[in-house]
T-cell receptor, first 114, second 111 residues
Framework: IAGITQAPTSQILAAGRRMTLRCTQD?????MYWYRQDLGLGLRLIHY???????GKGEVPDGYSVSRANTDDFPLTLASAVPSQTSVYFC?????????????FGSGTRLTVV | GENVEQHPSTLSVQEGDSAVIKCTYS??????FPWYKQELGKRPQLIID?????GEKKDQRIAVTLNKTAKHFSLHITETQPEDSAVYFC??????????FGTGTLLAVQP
């Protein structure tokens, strides 16, 4: 693993089903984030975690939950998927406190809810 | 919370010309302003960033300027090349705890 790995790459999901998007990083970054990307709306923050054991809500948290049991993993769960959650989901990480705050993004998960 | 507005949404330039993308932010406490480039089907990648204690930063053909009083910042690309074609996102953050992105600018460089 180098950087951030997201899985699956893409998924078609029936409405009402539960789904967990996986995100793993090997850079020992303390902060991790989930964004969704929709045409014309840019990247919107869903949830974030500044350190293992803590999480926070972003701009569009409804319908999503996260956990941060350890430094490397930050899964995003859709408890009961709805069509409006069709989007491309990006996980990202950063090393808060270092001079370069820049995010490293995963390659994304394209989710279609039908 | 922070709100970032980005203009224009699309920009077409001739190869060799300059391109300018402008962003405004609402939270005067924001102090970190990164720019990301996203090529079609790829992940966003950081291309340059600026902190609130600096007014301008350059890296080869790209530069970013920041006006804290007016709460706006801009990306300047000189001598554009076809490989500069992508979607560019500005963003604002308070000590990088969370980064709020603009809605993106689709830049097309015509050969």
């Amino acid at each position: 693993i180098a950087g951030i790995t997201q899985a699956p790459t893409s998924q078609i999901l029936a409405a009402g089903r539960r789904m967990t998007l996986r995100c793993t990083q090997d850079m020992r970054h303390n902060a991790m984030y989930w964004y969704r990307q929709d045409l014309g709306l840019g990247l919107r923050l869903i949830h974030y975690s500044n350190t293992a054991g803590t999480t926070g809500k972003g701009e569009v948290p409804d319908g999503y939950s996260v956990s941060r049991a350890n430094t490397d993993d930050f899964p995003l769960t859709l408890a009961s998927a709805v069509p409006s959650q069709t989007s491309v989901y990006f996980c990202a990480s950063s090393d808060v406190g270092q001079p370069n705050y820049g995010y490293t993004f995963g390659s994304g998960t394209r989710l279609t809810v039908v | 919370g922070e709100n970032v507005e980005q203009h224009p949404s699309t920009l077409s330039v001739q190869e060799g010309d300059s391109a300018v993308i402008k962003c405004t932010y609402s939270d005067s406490a924001s102090n970190y302003f990164p720019w990301y480039k996203q090529e079609l089907g790829k992940r966003p990648q950081l291309i340059i960033d600026i902190r609130s204690n600096v007014g301008e930063k350059k890296d080869q053909r790209i530069a970013v300027t920041l006006n804290k009083t007016a709460k706006h910042f801009s990306l300047h690309i000189t001598e554009t090349q076809p490989e500069d074609s992508a979607v560019y996102f500005c963003a604002a953050s308070k000590s990088s705890l969370t980064v709020i992105f603009g809605t993106g600018t689709l830049l097309a460089v015509q050969p």
